[in-house]
């Protein structure tokens, strides 16, 4: 359920977009939405959409489902490194949900799926051949 | 130098569980806080109009449970963070103490965690930070969530399953010794390994058990040591911290700054290092947190937790017994289980504890909210500092 300060991130996924901030006075990009860089406790921050490249830093295969998870146990709730630099938890899509198929640091993206009235971001492994995420976004082109 | 040094001493003078912990489906929360409270009372050798400060985590508070027992406090700590909150309560009673706010604290704990009468609701609000990011993705409570970190920390480290696995073997060990823990049948790596898998890496074995039960404690000046029933512990150096609200946010998989930086407050406080430490109660819901813990601290240098325990250093005969009462694994686990380790390190303290260590003279208590969210920490002793 969204508040004001987190409805530009659902806005972003209903229109296919990862969207995090970064405060324009360190460049530091965060998640989860909030109005103040927790890095440097600036109010001056901004919307941005991230690449969607991500890896599997970790996760659990959880074996008791969650109320309205009954068909997917076991399922893998999982915590993925973003290319910008946070961390988000998700969950794992297009893999089968075993300790064999899911290893960390493996390659991911954003898809997102229908769930309800939101469009939830998720993560499908990506080819190891795309090209390397770029500088932590905002390093370059925002200054002091 | 110690920051404590020149301060005035502060004693745990009572110190009781509920008589009874397991399955209390005739006791409510409330209930189970008003018999933890009258057993410290009564084992301070006190009664409820010598209370004049208390202490406990909402629901159902500090205002309901001081109104319960007839106590008109002029000092009130309701600090709701997790199982570790009775260990802050004991660090802000400290503070009230010397200032002179308050004579005699009474913190209490109770918790219908497994019958679940008048229980605290668990899931997120829906429209906070967690009930919007991690609660969507089919997460319920701590077993989905507080695990996570692990195969990040197996990963770097080189920790396997079955060193993960003997963190249950060797706290069933001292279970055994205790009449009043929950398991107390041997088991071992392969048994841990067997049991039903909840949440890959975590076995059944490997998580903690949920029991309806409570306990108190009585907290005061150490100038009035020897007026009680019961030798005094004395209190020498408290510690706290919070790090994040939501796993997922936790800054590093490996290590646990809230455990790190409460546990340097309280070993600075009292001017010790991990050495001086005799006997030590590092909260286990799930059977890596002890590993975090003794890493945190300095027990053993980062990665060494999981080979330390499984050499047997912690449990019965080991040099650094851990977890004596068998721990939230194999003795009880309300959902907030600070309380009984507090409650161990007073029995280990006093020469009363069911499975008793010779003669500690310093026991640490590492406590932890929700997942890894939050950390208190004691350093208790026989002796004032």
């Known amino acids: 359920m969204p508040t004001p300060e987190t409805q530009p991130f659902w806005d972003g996924c209903a229109a296919g977009e990862l969207r995090l901030q970064r405060c324009t006075d360190c460049s530091v990009p965060y998640f989860y939405p909030r109005p103040v860089c927790p890095a440097c406790g600036s109010t001056r921050v901004e919307w941005f959409t991230a690449s969607g490249r991500a890896s599997l830093y970790s996760y659990v295969i959880n074996h008791r489902p969650a109320r309205g998870f009954e068909d997917d146990a076991p399922y893998a709730i999982a915590v993925v490194q973003l290319a910008e630099g946070p961390r988000m938890m998700t969950n794992l899509t297009g893999v089968p949900s075993t300790p064999d198929d899911l290893v960390l640091d493996m390659p991911l993206r954003v898809v997102f799926e229908r769930r309800g009235d939101v469009s939830l971001p998720m993560f499908t492994p990506a080819e190891p051949a795309e090209p390397a995420p770029p500088a932590p976004a905002g390093a370059a082109e925002v200054g002091r | ?385």
């Open chain 2, 1 to 385: 130098m110690s920051q404590g040094q020149g301060q005035p001493g502060v004693i745990i003078a009572g110190a009781a569980e509920t008589t009874r912990l397991g399955k209390l489906p005739g006791v409510s929360t409330l209930g189970l806080h008003i018999e933890g409270a009258l057993n410290a009372v009564a084992d301070a050798g006190l009664t409820l109009r010598d209370i004049d400060g208390i202490a406990t985590v909402s629901a159902p508070g500090p205002v309901q449970v001081a109104h319960a027992l007839g106590i008109t406090p002029g000092w009130i700590d309701g600090t709701g963070v997790g199982g570790t909150s009775f260990l802050l309560h004991v660090r802000h009673a400290v503070a009230a103490i010397r200032a002179g706010y308050a004579r005699t604290v009474l913190i209490t704990h109770g918790e219908s965690g497994r019958s679940r009468v008048d229980a605290a609701r668990m899931a997120p609000a829906p429209s906070s930070p967690a009930g919007q990011f991690e609660a969507p993705y089919g997460t319920l409570g701590p077993t989905t969530t507080f695990t996570i970190p692990v195969l990040r920390y197996m990963k770097e480290y080189g920790l396997t399953h079955e060193q993960l696995a003997y963190v249950a073997v060797a706290q069933r060990r001292w279970a055994a010794k205790n009449p009043r823990a929950a398991f107390r049948d041997p088991i071992t790596v392969d048994d841990v390994l067997a049991s039903r898998m909840v949440a890959y890496p975590f076995h059944l074995l490997e998580c903690c058990m949920v029991t309806d039960g409570g306990g108190a404690l009585v907290v005061t000046a150490a100038d009035r040591a020897g007026e009680f029933r019961r030798p005094a512990v004395h209190v020498l150096g408290t510690g706290e911290s919070s790090e994040t609200p939501m796993i997922s946010q936790m800054a590093d998989f490996t290590q646990s700054q809230a455990f790190r930086l409460a546990g340097q407050a309280a070993f600075a406080e009292a001017g010790i290092a991990a050495a001086d430490v005799g006997h030590l109660m590092v909260y286990d819901a799930f059977a890596h947190v002890p590993i975090y813990g003794l890493e945190a601290l300095g027990f053993v240098a980062k990665g060494e937790g999981g080979p330390f325990i499984a050499e047997g250093h912690t449990e019965p005969g080991g040099r650094l017994p851990m977890n004596t009462n068998g721990g939230g694994l194999s003795y009880t686990h309300t959902g907030m289980y600070g309380m009984f380790a507090i409650q161990e390190g007073v029995r280990q303290l006093r020469g009363e504890a069911a499975a008793q260590v010779a003669g500690p003279e310093i026991s640490v208590i590492v406590g932890n909210g929700g997942m890894f969210a939050t950390s208190g920490v004691l350093v208790l002793g026989r002796q004032p500092r």
